[in-house]
């Protein structure tokens, strides 16, 4: 998994290769976009395959799961990344 922060275009965060505990090869991705909406894209064991979801920061049919996403990714950073 990697934790690392960014800014660059409208990304401004993102945690990729995360992967599950019970051992699957399909891996999640997590993108924070400039505009707070957060992309969550599933990437199949062969990586040719992908589910990708959006949830908006504003004007969303599920208030607060972005900023519940968001908050899943500085928690990913911070256990890719522990300081000390």
């Not at 990437?43 to 599920?62: E, I, T, W």
Request: a negative charge.
């Amino acid at each position: 998994m990697r934790g690392e922060r960014f800014s660059s275009g409208p990304v401004t965060d993102h945690v990729t290769g995360v992967e599950d505990d019970m051992g699957s090869k399909t891996t999640m991705d997590l993108v924070v976009e400039e505009d707070g909406d957060v992309i969550v894209v599933f990437n199949g064991p062969d990586k040719k395959h992908k589910l990708q979801m959006q949830f908006c920061a504003s004007v969303s049919r599920h208030p607060g799961v972005a900023q519940r996403l968001r908050e899943i990714v500085n928690l990913l950073q911070e256990e890719a990344n522990p300081q000390g």
